[in-house]
């Protein structure tokens, strides 16, 4: 449906979720599973769990609704983003949507909740979205204000370029982020990717039914650069 310009919006913007909806082929059809088959998505579940030093990067469930209200019903952490903060309703139809597309199949878009593995405790949320046809990997990630300056940005980044390019074996890996967002492109650098493109009026922001155009920081790595583990 055609929004007005200016229109307010609080569902995710279009250029976030392009690569999400291509060749979507719909929905697996839940069917009555025998033993082997129960063992099989066990075994396929685990491996959709990323794990690192201090934490475990897994996908959302129903019971992440407390962490999906707090990320998009919190300004600051929007702040370098396109979001438009979200209400509780708003938040919830967001992680139905979240669910629906760990479904998919193929699945294009892998939304992560991110958990401290020592207590367990939500502290944000990251993604890969799968251009099929660049073969590359969007990552991506918000986290929790007290957890800012933890150094848990870069330990979920490197766990999601590795996972991109040693569990999906994709060729490419990029990120986007705000020229003006300083901790969050330093941080990428750190994590060997390199700056590609400074695009300019590239990101269009919706806040509280203002419409803003903002400048636009991409990098990325090549499968044939990556040196990690």
């Not at 569902?11 to 033993?35: F, H, K, V, Y």
């Not at 890969?128 to 990630?141: C, F, H, K, P, Y």
């Not at 990717?193 to 590239?202: C, H, M, S, V, Y």
């Amino acid at each position: 449906m055609k929004k007005n310009k200016g229109e307010k919006t609080n569902e995710l913007p279009e250029m976030w979720n392009t690569n999400a909806r291509r060749n979507l082929s719909g929905m697996r059809i839940p069917c009555e599973q025998n033993d082997e088959e129960a063992e099989t998505q066990g075994s396929e579940e685990q491996e959709k769990m990323i794990e690192t030093q201090r934490l475990i990067i897994r996908p959302f469930e129903v019971s992440d609704h407390d962490l999906m209200y707090r990320i998009y019903s919190d300004e600051e952490i929007l702040q370098y983003t396109p979001f438009d903060i979200m209400d509780k309703e708003q938040a919830e139809r967001h992680l139905q949507k979240v669910m629906d597309d760990w479904k998919r199949d193929p699945r294009l878009s892998y939304e992560f909740a991110v958990c401290l593995r020592e207590n367990s405790a939500k502290i944000g949320r990251a993604h890969i979205l799968i251009d099929s046809e660049t073969d590359t990997g969007m990552i991506g990630m918000l986290l929790e204000q007290k957890y800012w300056g933890k150094h848990y940005a870069s330990e979920i980044s490197e766990a999601l370029i590795r996972y991109c390019f040693r569990d999906l074996h994709l060729h490419r890996v990029n990120a986007v982020c705000s020229p003006d967002n300083k901790a969050s492109w330093k941080m990428l650098e750190k994590c060997g990717l390199r700056r590609e493109a400074l695009l300019l009026q590239k990101c269009r922001y919706v806040k509280k039914g203002i419409v803003s155009w903002h400048d636009e920081l991409e990098y990325a790595m090549l499968a044939s650069e990556y040196k990690g583990s």
